[in-house]
């Protein structure tokens, strides 16, 4: 009878464990499921219980509630796991988590730092063609920018003759006549040449008449 006890016992212990990996497993896959559906509130709601009831944690967990965070539209929360999922030994976690962050900052517009979170992203995953593309893209157009206020910077101040040269050719341009108000332009510049200062505007008429042309 004392074995019988002893046995019982035993099978109202163990159910008990198999019980918390099944319920452990189910959150795991609510929390997909969410995501999946792009109901992002509910992610971070299914993905938090995670860490909250279960203390299941990992770094690919972090990701998933960076991702779930930037998607509704918590940039700061998203930062914060992104961070944390950088630190992966998981190079290719580690990079898409660097990538990522990248983006959030350059929707701030916090160009540099953008540009080194996905200088970073290619440092952990070299074949990351996503973080190569946003690197790339961002490094050419800093770039420009940077020309572009140089320019900008040396522009000369348009004279009164410069200012009523460019009113010409803005009322022949409402009129469509693109050539006209191009060589009013040129002819504009080769007697003053802060006419220059619309230089982008003459560059513009020019790729307007090509295409005319053609």
């Not at 517009?109 to 953008?114: H, L, T």
């Not at 003759?161 to 040129?186: G, P, Y």
Request: net charge negative; aromatic share 10%; charged share 30%.
């Amino acid at each position: 009878m004392g074995w019988n006890k002893l046995i019982i016992a035993a099978l109202l212990v163990i159910p008990s464990s198999w019980t918390k990996v099944t319920r452990l497993n189910n959150a795991i896959q609510t929390a997909e499921k969410s995501y999946a559906e792009a109901r992002y509130e509910d992610a971070i709601r299914d993905h938090q219980l995670l860490i909250d009831e279960f203390q299941y944690s990992s770094f690919a967990l972090d990701f998933d509630l960076g991702l779930s965070n930037h998607y509704a539209g918590k940039t700061d929360e998203a930062m914060a796991f992104y961070d944390q999922a950088t630190q992966s030994k998981d190079k290719n976690l580690a990079s898409f988590s660097f990538n990522q962050a990248g983006i959030i900052l350059g929707n701030k517009k916090e160009y540099q730092a953008a540009l080194s979170k996905f200088q970073s992203a290619l440092i952990q995953n070299p074949l990351n063609e996503q973080a190569r593309y946003n690197y790339e893209l961002l490094a050419r157009w800093l770039k420009r920018d940077e020309e572009r206020k140089q320019q900008e910077q040396n522009k000369p101040e348009p004279s009164e003759f410069a200012k009523r040269k460019k009113a010409e050719a803005d009322r022949l341009v409402e009129q469509f006549r693109f050539k006209d108000a191009l060589k009013i332009m040129e002819e504009a510049l080769a007697q003053d040449s802060t006419v220059a200062a619309y230089q982008d505007f003459m560059t513009t008429l020019k790729d307007v008449v090509e295409i005319d042309e053609k």
